[in-house]
Structures are given as structure tokens and as C-alpha cells.
């Protein structure tokens, strides 16, 4: 483990060495970007550091109502909530679907933040999972179920798509559950992430999406996206009522930062798609075009890297009695060069070490 004083950009200082850094989930490079910051400056100028008291008060904030309707319009949803973060987002919505006693099914690699207990955790791939979903639909008398998953494969990059869900029978009724952290504000077309695909299911299959906004778009806040009518039922929900939101400066920051993660997006995208071209990647890692991130076959990888000055993700996950999972990971605070270092870097550990 490695502790340092300062907050990752481009590079990180460790025990006085910079070091060039591929880790994090800041994919768009925003937690260091100046002219996002000066929004989040201007946030606090307006709205001060907190928002203290109830979404639920006898005074309502139009910025609140604001954020959330930009958030259902980017992903064309009924209505969106804001929530102080992902997690709280994820136990949120969990909490209000328990009470509508419709069967929960888990994928695997679901993230914590949408488990009831430590149980729900489960192992598999997901296409394995999808197919056991829809054969226990098969011939079925009607079902009420409610199926809970991630985006994308963070971790290990394996390969999520909802396609199959176009073949389940009108005869039962489906709730799917997406948690789009890792896809909010980096892919779709214009950074809508995941509602891009849900929005080509059949009616019959109903939708929610829940997320952070601490990752593309570093934001420390996150959001549930729905029907008017889940929204609702959350909305009056005591959880909600009992819950502080996000800090109104980073709302403001997604109001009027748009332009700028196109930007940082744009930026990324151009070196992305290179190094994923690149014939050593497409050899030694798993990756998916849509996502910056390549998880490594090899975790001696990580150590001769760190040799070299370059840190890449690698740690336990999700317990920490987990083996530990080793990935590159891009972000547009990074500059070309940088990513010609670090394919010279893995090219000579191939070739001299493995």
C-alpha cells in the first residue's frame, strides 16, 4: 500500500517520486480540471458548502428541481431523484423495491451498493446468468421479478449487453435495475451511458437506472432514474425524507458543466481507441471499446510497472480477502505521450519478462 499527500492528476508523488498515474475511476480527468473546479468555486459562492435540511421541507429549492430534470431529459426518463452519492442512491432504490414483494434476482458482480445483505453477492459470468434468467421465464405462469445488475464489468471487462431481455414473454412483468456508475457521463452518444440500450427494450420490460456521479462526471453526488411513478414512491419514501442530498455546488457544476466533460470526453476517446487497437492490448488484457479500462491477465505487470514509475490499479475487491484485480485504467487528464510511455513500458515487460 502506498500513501501519498496529494490528490491524483496526470501523476501522483509517492515517498518523493512522480509517478505517472492509470488508476482511479476520474475517468474525464475532472477532479483536476481548473476550469470545472472554478464552477464548483462559483457552486459554493451561490449556495454555500451544504444544504442543511429535507428534500421534503415546506420550502423547496428550484436547483434541486433543476438537476433532476436535466438528469431525466439527458436520459429521457420519466423523472430522476438526486442523492448525496451512488451508494446512497443504490440502498435508496433498493429499500423502496423491497416493499413491492417482487422476486430479486442478482447478477453477478451486482455492486454493493443495490445488495440487501451480503448474500446477494453472487459468482458467474453475466451471459450465463441472462440465460438462467430467461429459462426460469420459459413456461412459466406470469412473474413479477425484479433483476438487478451492473452497466459494464469494471473489474475483469467482460462483456454485458441486455439484447436477450427483447424475448421475454408479455406474459410476466420485469423490473430491470441498472447501476450505470461506471457508464454515466463516458458512454452512449452524448454521455448518457446505459439509457441508450434501455430504451430500445419493449414496454413490457420496465427500467430504472441508478448511478454515481463521482466517477466521469466527478461529482460527489448521485441520482436514480425512472418511471414518474417509481420516482414518486421514493420520493415518499422515509429514507428519502430522512437523507441529506448532495452539496448544491456540485449540482450546479452539472448544470452548467456540460461543455467541459464534452470536452475532457472527446480528449479521452482520441488516445482511448488507440491503445486499445494497439496489438499488445488486444493480447494481453481484457477491455470493452466502451470503457478506459483493461484488466491485465498478468499481476506481476503491476510490480514491474511500479519499477518503471507508473501505478495501475491493483487491489482486493471486493473483500479484502479478495485476490487482488490488476487494470489499466485511462483518464483525459493523461497526455499522448503518456500513453506511449506506458506501451513501451509494457511492450519490455513482455518481451524481457514473460
Known amino acids: 500500500m502506498m500513501r501519498s499527500e496529494e490528490f491524483p492528476g496526470r501523476t501522483l508523488h509517492v515517498n518523493g517520486k512522480e509517478m505517472l498515474y492509470f488508476s482511479g475511476t ?118 413479477r421479478m425484479v433483476l438487478l445488475c451492473n452497466s459494464t464489468d469494471p473489474l475483469f471487462c467482460n462483456p454485458v449487453n441486455f439484447d436477450w431481455l427483447t424475448d421475454i414473454s408479455t406474459l410476466h412483468e420485469v423490473l430491470l435495475v441498472v447501476d450505470d456508475s461506471h457508464g454515466i457521463g463516458l458512454t452512449g452518444k452524448d454521455g448518457e451511458g446505459v439509457a441508450s440500450q434501455l430504451r430500445k427494450l419493449p414496454s413490457h420490460v420496465q427500467w430504472v437506472v441508478t448511478s454515481s456521479l463521482g466517477k466521469a462526471p466527478g461529482l460527489a453526488a448521485g441520482f436514480i432514474a425512472g418511471s414518474h411513478n417509481l420516482i414518486k414512491k421514493i ?37 482511448q481507441m488507440p491503445f486499445g487497437s494497439h496489438s499488445l492490448v488486444k493480447q494481453h488484457f481484457n477491455f470493452q471499446p466502451v ?23 491493483h487491489f482486493p475487491y471486493p473483500k479484502p480477502t479478495s485476490s487482488p484485480i490488476s487494470r489499466v485504467i485511462l483518464h483525459a487528464a493523461l497526455d499522448p505521450a503518456d500513453i506511449g510511455n506506458l506501451l513501451e513500458e509494457i511492450k519490455t515487460f513482455y518481451e524481457d519478462f514473460q
Open 291 to 313: 470503457l478506459p479500462v483493461f484488466f491485465s491477465k498478468s499481476q506481476p505487470l503491476y510490480t514491474y510497472l511500479l519499477s518503471r514509475n507508473i501505478i495501475i490499479s
Open 235 to 271: 420520493r415518499q419514501s422515509p429514507w428519502f425524507v430522512g437523507a441529506a442530498p448532495s452539496a448544491p455546488a456540485f449540482l450546479h457544476a452539472l448544470l452548467k458543466g456540460g461543455k467541459i466533460r464534452a470536452r475532457q470526453l472527446q480528449k479521452l476517446r482520441k488516445f
Open 26 to 143: 476520474s475517468y474525464l480527468g475532472l477532479s483536476v480540471d481548473k476550469e470545472y473546479q472554478e464552477l464548483i468555486k462559483e457552486g459554493v459562492d451561490k449556495y454555500g458548502v451544504h444544504f442543511s435540511g429535507s428534500r421534503n421541507g415546506n420550502v423547496q429549492y428550484r436547483l434541486f428541481e433543476a438537476a433532476e430534470r436535466h438528469i431525466a431529459d439527458w436520459l429521457s426518463t420519466g423523472d430522476a431523484v438526486v442523492t448525496s452519492s451512488g451508494f446512497a442512491s443504490g440502498q435508496l432504490l433498493v429499500k423502496v423495491l423491497q416493499d413491492m414483494e417482487w422476486s430479486m434476482e442478482y447478477a453477478p458482480g451486482c455492486h454493493p451498493a443495490l445488495w440487501r445483505n451480503s448474500d446477494d453477492a453472487t459468482n458467474g459470468d453475466f451471459i450465463s446468468w441472462s440465460t438462467m434468467i430467461r429459462v426460469q421465464l420459459e413456461g412459466m405462469l406470469p412473474r
